[in-house]
């Protein structure tokens, strides 16, 4: 069984920044590709971004390219999110998923096994 905790979410300004945390119990972590989705209230659970097992690969919505960057430690089971000119349409619950199949559907929520409880990211105009 993996689990998924993440946090550094909170209250921010439109243009600042934050870095979530995703950490993952599990000796075999490095082998699972990670990603970030969001769900706002009244929307549904939306892709934000995702990195394969090896950091090698990264991906992105088109809504975050450019400011926001996914990371990872292998060696401290651990993701980031960097969030940087943030907007107030980028306020929602976060959250953490592994895939332990490293699928190509990357983008959809069926392909991830393993969620974080989620993080309130508010960003105030």
């Known amino acids: 069984q993996v689990q998924v905790v993440d946090s550094g979410g909170g209250l921010v300004q439109a243009g600042g920044s934050l870095r979530l945390s995703c950490a993952a119990s599990?000796?075999?972590?490095?082998?699972?590709?990670m990603g970030w989705f969001r769900q706002a209230p009244g929307k549904e659970r939306e892709f934000v971004s995702a990195?394969?097992?090896?950091?090698?690969?990264?991906y992105y919505a088109d809504s975050v390219k450019g400011r926001f960057t996914i990371s990872r430690d292998n060696a401290k089971n651990t993701v980031y999110l960097q969030m940087s000119s943030l907007k107030p349409e980028d306020t929602a619950v976060y959250y953490c998923?592994?895939?332990?199949?490293?699928?190509?559907?990357?983008?959809?929520?069926?392909?991830?096994?393993?969620w974080g409880q989620g993080t309130q990211v508010t960003v105030s105009s």
């Open positions: 599990g000796r075999t972590f490095s082998r699972y590709q």
């Open positions: 990195i394969s097992w090896s950091g090698a690969s990264t």
């Open positions: 998923a592994a895939d332990p199949w490293g699928g190509t559907k990357y983008y959809t929520v069926a392909s991830y096994d393993y």
